[in-house]
């Protein structure tokens, strides 16, 4: 029983430019037509200098949950692989391109990231294009799944509409149990990873995934208000003035 934290929180500079979030995400349990549970998990975080970039992550992140689904409800959901992503990624790009043609503009007016996860009972599989961060844990041991993507030069990334997309995606997949992930935007990278040690922050993420997994899932449907909150407390805003998404999820007890 996946518990589940989602929200997406205007930095303060967008927010002092009256400019709305620029990242989105989703995190749930699917059930598909034969049973079978997987925790479907996807952020986004459009580009600042793309100007429908907070479009294109909501593109992202609703095509890749549909497309996610519909692989899950058909014969081949048991072997996801590289080929499996792609065809994802492929579809985000052709929401994408729908949009941008619809109102005469171009794929890079929708820049954005994407990084997803699914995980079913005892496998899961990672993919991520740009910057942001997945951290699982098994319970023994974990770490962060891909370091982020950082692009040609200094404070630039890697976007899902970029013409070599493929070539910067990035996938992982194991047949480990994976019972605690995180995933969050660009915007919370200097709090939540150490780049001296390429390694998680656990600092960050602990005392969150502690209460979380003290909860029921019906508990959890008022605490995304509570971390929307948090996500925009002074502690945050003054490490970061960047739009900021987390996702927090566990299957763990205590």
Not at 20 to 47: H, K, M, T
Not at 119 to 138: K, P
Not at 200 to 213: A, C, I, N, Q, S
């Amino acid at each position: 029983m996946w518990k589940i934290l989602r929200a997406s929180a205007a930095g303060t500079s967008h927010a002092s430019s009256g400019i709305p979030c620029q990242d989105d995400c989703y995190a749930d349990v699917f059930q598909n037509s034969r049973g079978a549970q997987y925790l479907i998990c996807v952020v986004s975080d459009g580009a600042g200098s793309a100007k429908e970039g907070g479009k294109g992550a909501e593109l992202a992140c609703v095509a890749g949950r549909l497309s996610i689904e519909a692989t899950l409800d058909s014969s081949e959901s048991e072997s996801l692989d590289r080929a499996t992503v792609e065809s994802w990624i492929e579809n985000i790009q052709h929401v994408i391109y729908q949009e941008a043609h619809k109102n005469n503009l171009a794929l890079r007016d929708y820049a954005c990231t994407v990084l997803g996860a699914v995980i079913s009972n005892d496998t899961a599989i990672f993919f991520q294009i740009g910057d942001g961060g997945i951290v699982v844990s098994n319970g023994n041991a974990g770490g962060i799944v891909f370091w982020p993507n950082a692009g040609l030069y200094a404070n630039m990334t890697n976007f899902v509409t970029d013409e070599d997309a493929f070539s910067n995606l990035n996938v992982c997949s194991t047949n480990t149990r994976i019972d605690e992930i995180s995933m969050f935007s660009d915007g919370l990278q200097r709090l939540a990873l150490s780049f001296e040690f390429r390694t998680p922050h656990l600092p960050f993420f602990e005392p969150m995934l502690k209460v979380l997994r003290r909860k029921t899932p019906a508990d959890c449907y008022d605490l995304d208000e509570q971390l929307l909150r948090f996500l925009n407390t002074p502690q945050i805003n003054m490490r970061t003035d960047d739009d900021k998404t987390l996702v927090l999820a566990t299957r763990r007890e205590s």
